[in-house]
């Protein structure tokens, strides 16, 4: 509940930051006719809404486990940051073509000191709004807190090309807009691709790191009673893992004498921090040879 509502809190941090920007980027550059500023405020409508996926899917994640979902709704957090991710790459895609329009073209930035009050009011929130979220993402381990930190990062840099523009525009410098604005959406381009591949491999149940299996092993295999391990097999479910394990014991042991072997090692499994639940399945050793346990 802590991870959900720190999660929440700067989801709700980051829609109203947004909204605000959004609201008086516009409404300056409009004003002023300043295209970088427009642009600027248009990027800031993609951030609202990576603020309300952020927020809609941490909402469905934090849901309690039920009868149609036993391991809760975990999954929801990467489905939303494989969406938020999309975002990015949209925005990268908007940035490049804008840039090389503009190096084309070389179109004029107007000159204002509200343009210049805006984008340092902006690089200012978006700072605050940054620590809030990566600070969040780091302490929860939330892929979601993580994308939405990654989001106001980028536009930390998509500001400061335009703050810089504007000041460019003073002295008739007209290229920089654009050609710093090709180089900043080759690294949303990127981020948008990290935060993709990295919801990918959760949604597709790619498995623990191979250190943390081969301390896991140990553990089994010092349970008194295992005879060794069959097979070992991590299944994300949300931010941690089920854990699929299948030992051989002595074939002639009570159940009984089974079912304490079978507590011993789940106790010893469930002392990862990456653990949520774990399953085992006891077999006998006699017709089952041991065999490499990451088979």
């Known amino acids: 509940m802590e991870r959900a509502n720190a999660v929440r809190r700067i989801s709700v941090l980051g829609f109203l930051g947004n909204v605000f920007l959004l609201i008086i980027k ?8 300043s295209q970088a500023m427009i642009a600027d405020g248009l990027n800031s409508s993609g951030d609202v809404f990576s603020s309300i996926m952020t927020y809609i899917g941490n909402q469905i994640s934090a849901k309690p486990d ?4 036993p391991y809760g709704h975990g999954k929801a957090e990467y489905i939303f940051s494989f969406i938020i991710s999309f975002s990015f790459l949209f925005v990268a895609y908007i940035v490049f073509k804008n840039g090389v329009e503009g190096l084309i073209a070389l179109q004029p930035v107007q000159y204002s000191i509200w343009l210049i009050v805006v984008a340092v009011t902006t690089l200012v929130i978006k700072t605050f709004l940054y620590v ?3 600070q969040t993402g780091k302490k929860y381990h939330s892929l979601l807190a993580a994308a939405n930190a990654a989001d106001h990062r980028n536009d930390l840099f998509i500001t400061g ?29 990127y981020t948008g691709f990290k935060v993709l591949i990295a919801s990918y491999h959760v949604l597709m149940d790619r498995t623990l790191d191979d250190e943390i299996i081969h301390q896991m092993r140990e553990q089994i295999l010092a349970a008194e009673g295992v005879d ?21 014991v002595d074939g002639n042991l009570t159940v009984q004498a089974g079912h ?6 789940k106790a010893a499994i469930m002392k990862f921090d990456q653990v949520a639940d774990v399953l085992i399945h006891l077999n006998p ?7 490499d346990y990451l088979k």
């Open 26 to 33: 516009l409404a300056i550059g409009l004003a002023t006719g």
């Open 66 to 69: 039920d009868s149609d979902h």
């Open 132 to 134: 809030c979220a990566s």
């Open 161 to 189: 090309l335009t703050l810089i523009s504007i000041i460019c525009s003073y002295f008739k410098i007209y290229y920089v807009d654009a050609a710093v604005g090709i180089l900043i959406s080759f690294w949303i381009g």
């Open 228 to 248: 060794h391990l069959d097979s070992i097999v991590a299944r994300p479910i949300g931010e941690k893992f089920l854990m699929l394990i299948k030992i051989s």
């Open 260 to 265: 304490d072997i079978s507590d011993t090692v």
């Open 285 to 291: 050793a006699q017709t089952h040879p041991q065999r």
